[in-house]
């Protein structure tokens, strides 16, 4: 890659990270991810706002690039740290042995993390909120947002260029080729519809309430430009991707799309001989309709459906008086994620005894969800059992048109 010209002397250093690793050790990222750090070049002194980490080639892919804008480490006189995780701050170490004078810029709550992470004590300056930077021609602003998405995050705002740099905030899962929102191909734009819902439902969607908090705090800048640490940078339409952010986080508590996600298991077939039942009756309504079966489906990809949708319907059978584990993990982790307040429905099959209920009940009682019925059955499904299938996902799809 080479350096991408935002305004004068700003440049984005970025490194595209292959499909082979999982994201945090737990996300699938099939079309891969960005790891963009962004440099300064001030009258007085040089910022790089964020690192990598050593994850494909990415320190000297950022190395590489800086020395195309002339640059050396050695020439980086601030590292602003908005955020304290790994892969944005991996080689700082890097940084700090190949420039013993760099200093590191952060909030209070992240200088004790980079001395337990990195054992560096020593040049951090500690900012709050509304704190300025004089870099010679540009001046830094800092914004603290905690908890997106932990709590030391901040975000950075250039005055005079009107550039957000906001880490984790406002990023998308993906490599593109295309560096900003208006030069995305048709096929990037249709990916990163799918992998920035993903990224905030995998990644943001828990600390919903403080996203919103954290939007609320910077959209009295005059914001020219989003420029996350992840995904494409936003100039054309800087708005929309702060607004899509808005709407994906009022999905916690509501309202949400008007759509329901089918998430299904079986073992035998016995629980998926009802499912076209389900599926038929959601279709009857018109109601846009997901249908995701695990284990063979990530949680990933789960979650990033099920965030947007106002009705689920759960599938899978008992095991061993039990839930079938694959869903267990699955429902496990919407309730991380804070899925709340959705209309819920349960079926599922059964041999010699039931049980899956009593632990399925929980994590609806957790998520406050609206439990609308199930449909659960010995061996495989009557007629009967399937009319009523039907007769429970038509309720369901009228309930979320007219809510």
């Not at 080689?91 to 980079?114: G, M, Q, R, W, Y």
């Not at 300056?125 to 932990?150: A, C, Q, S």
């Not at 309709?289 to 990933?300: F, G, K, R, W």
């Amino acid at each position: 890659m080479h350096p991408d010209k935002i305004t004068d002397n700003v440049y984005r250093v970025a490194a595209k990270i292959g499909t082979r690793d999982l994201f945090e050790g737990i996300w699938p990222i099939p079309n891969g991810v960005m790891l963009n750090s962004y440099i300064i070049k001030g009258e007085k002194k040089n910022v790089l706002i964020d690192l990598v980490k050593d994850w494909d080639g990415a320190e000297t892919a950022i190395e590489d690039e800086l020395k195309e804008l002339d640059l050396e480490i050695k020439d980086i006189d601030i590292i602003v740290i908005n955020h304290m995780e790994p892969d944005h701050t991996g080689s700082l170490n890097t940084f700090k042995d190949k420039n013993p004078n760099i200093e590191f810029v952060c909030s209070a709550k992240a200088k004790p993390l980079i001395e337990a992470f990195y054992d560096v004590h020593d040049k951090i300056t500690v900012v709050k909120d509304g704190d300025t930077i004089d870099l010679g021609g540009k001046t830094l602003e800092f914004y603290m947002t905690p908890n997106i998405h932990w709590p030391e995050t901040m975000m950075t705002y250039l005055v005079e260029d009107g550039i957000l740099f906001s880490c984790d905030a406002f990023g998308a899962f993906g490599r593109y080729d295309s560096a900003f929102d208006d030069q995305l191909s048709e096929a990037e734009s249709k990916m990163l519809d799918t992998e920035l819902e993903r990224y905030y439902a995998n990644i943001v969607s828990s600390f919903s309430t403080f996203t919103l908090r954290g939007i609320e705090k910077v959209t009295h800048l005059p914001i020219k430009f989003v420029c996350p640490s992840h995904g494409i940078m936003w100039r054309e339409d800087p708005c929309k991707v702060i607004n899509w952010y808005k709407k994906l986080a009022t999905y916690m508590n509501g309202p949400q799309e008007k759509e329901i996600t089918i998430v299904w298991s079986s073992m035998y077939g016995n629980t998926q001989a009802i499912l076209d039942s389900f599926i038929k009756g959601v279709e009857s309504e018109g109601v846009k309709l997901h249908v995701m079966q695990v284990p063979q489906t990530h949680e990933s990809f789960v979650l990033e459906k099920v965030w947007r949708s106002a009705g689920i319907i759960v599938g899978m059978p008992t095991y061993e008086y039990k839930m079938f584990p694959p869903m267990f993990t699955v429902l496990d982790q919407l309730e991380r994620s804070h899925v709340n307040k959705r209309k819920i429905a349960r079926f599922g099959s059964y041999g010699w005894s039931g049980g899956a209920n009593k632990q399925f009940m929980p994590f609806v009682e957790s998520m406050k969800m609206d439990f609308m019925g199930e449909v659960e059955y010995q061996g495989a499904p009557s007629q009967e059992d399937k009319d009523k299938a039907f007769a429970l996902a038509v309720e369901m799809a009228k309930a979320i048109k007219e809510a």
